[in-house]
């Protein structure tokens, strides 16, 4: 049986000592959604990315990497991340989508070697692997959205569907044991809690929960909810991490990225979270 308790809070990363470093056994996850590169954000992230080298095993982007989704402004998140030389496994969310240029910023991504997941999967090694969707709104438990009335309406919801079918797929092509969900919208009314309520349908739904479950997701991260919860848990008991930057910064000013620990060495995954900020 899967093992999915989060073992306690230790020091932010420019607090750890020297030898508190990556343990064999373990892949390191650094994630952080939202950060939001504008043209005149060019330098703003490029050396705090770059410390993701020396402290993670794969970076992980949930998405809103951009104000309004202009190649401009992906040719500026590239620019950040030209010193990170670790896997970088990435989502797009809902600004990215703003300017109609998605398709030419999902190339300019690719091409600087970010695996850009719509539906797709990445695995990092023969344990650990990533799916990941952009996800969609909805609601969550009684408050969800349902296709009954105008055609409108049902559009919306199969909008949600396709996205929860998408991960669910994902999920089940990855051979690896261990499995990490990556959305840009919550899949738990939990980590967005914090939010007004008059806006928690818009945020996520909990559609998205259900394939987490039914494919025993070893941990799922995810943005959006800017002044959200940082954890949760589905009913299925997997471990929900909202990485919104806003999020994290309010905890930790300074702060780029969440580290999570996933230990592989084991038939049994136990996760350490820890917040990297500027030391």
Same mark, same amino acid.
């Given at each position: ?20 470093? *990556?343990?064999?056994? @373990?892949?390191? +996850? ?55 030389? +670790? ?19 999902? *190339? ?64 089940? *092509? ?52 800017? &002044?959200?919860?940082? *954890? ?32 592989? @060495?084991?038939? &049994? +995954? @136990? ?9």
């Amino acid at each position: 049986m899967t093992d999915r308790t989060v073992t306690g809070a230790i020091p932010y990363a420019h607090e750890r000592s020297g030898t508190d470093r *990556r343990k064999p056994g @373990a892949v390191r +996850i650094a994630a952080v959604g939202d950060f939001h590169c504008g043209v005149d954000d060019v330098g703003a992230y490029r050396e705090l990315f770059a410390r993701a080298n020396d402290e993670a095993d794969v970076l992980v982007l949930t998405g809103d990497l951009t104000r309004w989704g202009a190649v401009a402004e992906f040719n500026v998140v590239v620019g950040e991340l030209a010193d990170v030389t +670790i896997p970088i496994v990435s989502v797009l969310g809902n600004h990215d989508y703003e300017s109609g240029q998605v398709a030419e910023g999902t *190339r300019v991504l690719r091409s600087r070697g970010v695996h850009l997941l719509c539906g797709d999967t990445f695995e990092l090694n023969p344990t650990v692997g990533f799916a990941g969707v952009k996800g969609f709104m909805g609601g969550f438990g009684r408050g969800m959205l349902t296709p009954f009335g105008e055609p409108e309406t049902k559009a919306f919801v199969a909008a949600t569907v396709n996205e929860v079918h998408s991960l669910e797929l994902a999920l089940r *092509r990855l051979s690896t044991p261990i499995r990490v969900a990556v959305l840009h919208y919550a899949p738990i009314s939990a980590t967005i809690a914090g939010e007004p309520e008059s806006i928690h349908p818009y945020l996520g739904t909990d559609r998205l929960a259900e394939p987490l479950d039914r494919y025993a997701a070893a941990v799922a991260f995810h943005g959006h909810a800017h &002044s959200g919860t940082l *954890r949760g848990t589905t009913l299925g008991g997997v471990p929900v991490f909202n990485v919104s930057l806003p999020l994290l910064r309010k905890d930790k000013p300074g702060a780029m990225y969440f580290l999570y620990d996933a230990h592989t @060495a084991a038939t &049994s +995954i @136990a996760e350490t979270p820890k917040v990297s900020s500027v030391g």
